[in-house]
């Protein structure tokens, strides 16, 4: 049993026993020779779900979206992104210093939304003075926002009106979709529905899906060429990798639709922490719950909760992630950690 109650992130979670069973029957190939049947199998999977021609995957978030950004752009143009986006805030600013891609960062809304009205004025027109704007890029979901669907469409469609490509960082884009199709619903054709939007898209295997690593780039298959020559670049060229893929097409069969139960275990976190001094719940959507602590506080309520075997991120505000490896017995110890520390004299 574990006793540690780890709300870090989704990416702590450890492959199931049945998850290491599909990675220990894998059949593999060396990839760069394109012969792994298991990393194929998971690419056209992905393509096929996302809607895309093509897909290739990657070791991790950060090299998808950087490969994206560098099929889709050249040195000297430049993306339209939020300023709080993983893409340009926690990637190293890897599409200028490896790309000469020059973003241009825009204000963000609580939900993460860039304006539409800035989005029209950072496009530059054609002229001399001007970085070529050629790429828009969105996140979903944005620290567990699901971004409205009209918003979506409605960006990606100002965008394409002046010749931008559009770009989705969908590391999360499974929690989007679960929580677009609702209890019981196709979480499939709704993440249908938000990809179609985009002409590319990176997906994330490691986080709520609950494989041990991988992301993949979805898109047409003039755009995953280039990519795949990026990839390559960047040193991504991957050998026996169906070892790890088969994990993720594991989580493809069997952990999208239960991410509705994470979504679940964040509700029953912010319900649990109502009400009580010093703190408030700021946020709780799909998986992340923000919890605001005044006075300073911040530190030192995770330093109790550390004691108390309950790990958490975050300084001012506190960020807690549900995922496959909490349960209701986790959150409740959670919920009656952190009561405690509010209720102290
Ligand atoms: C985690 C994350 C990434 C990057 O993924 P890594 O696998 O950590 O490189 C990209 N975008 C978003 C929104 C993320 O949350």
């Known amino acids: 049993m574990n006793t540690i109650v780890d709300l870090r992130s989704d990416t702590v979670t450890r492959p ?76 190293g600013g890897g599409a200028a210093v490896l790309g000469s891609i020059q973003p241009q960062p825009l204000l963000q809304d609580a939900q993460g939304r860039m304006a539409l009205a800035d989005i029209a004025n950072a496009i530059k027109p054609d002229d001399a003075h001007f970085a070529r704007t050629r790429l828009l ?35 999360r884009v499974f929690n989007a979709a679960v929580a677009n199709a609702g209890e019981g619903g196709d979480a499939v054709a709704a993440l249908r529905r938000i990809t179609d939007v985009f002409d590319s898209v990176s997906v ?18 003039e755009l995953i060429a280039r990519a795949h020559r990026i990839r390559k670049m960047t040193g991504g060229g991957l050998r026996q990798a169906g070892v790890v893929a088969a994990a993720a097409l594991y989580a493809l069969d069997k ?13 029953r976190l912010a319900a649990g922490l109502q009400g009580l001094p010093g703190l408030s719940v700021r946020s709780a959507q799909t998986n992340i719950v923000f919890l605001d602590v005044t006075e ?16 958490a991120t975050g300084m001012i505000g506190l960020r807690f992630v549900t995922h496959l490896d909490v349960d209701a017995a986790g959150i409740d110890r959670a919920i009656a950690a952190i009561r405690a520390f509010a209720q102290q004299p």
């Open 296 to 311: 300073g506080r911040g530190p030192a309520l995770l330093a109790y909760l550390k004691d108390a075997g309950v790990l």
């Open 204 to 221: 994330c295997f490691s986080k709520g899906l609950g494989a041990p690593m991988g992301s993949a780039l979805c898109g047409s298959k």
């Open 137 to 171: 890029c969105l996140e979903n979901t944005w620290n567990g926002h699901v971004m409205p669907h009209d918003y979506l469409t409605a960006a990606a469609a100002l965008a394409r009106a002046q010749g931008l490509a559009v770009h989705l960082d969908g590391a």
């Open 255 to 267: 952990h999208v639709e239960r991410l509705q139960q994470d979504h679940a275990m964040a509700q």
């Open 16 to 91: 199931t026993p049945a998850m290491r069973q599909a990675m220990f029957d894998a059949e593999v190939g060396d990839d760069v020779f394109g012969d792994d049947p298991t990393v194929t199998a998971l690419q056209e999977r992905i393509a096929a779900m996302t809607g895309k021609e093509a897909a290739l995957y990657m070791p991790t978030g950060t090299q998808s979206n950087l490969c994206g950004l560098l099929a889709h752009c050249q040195r000297g143009d430049e993306y339209i992104v939020g300023q709080l986006a993983h893409t340009y805030r926690y990637e």
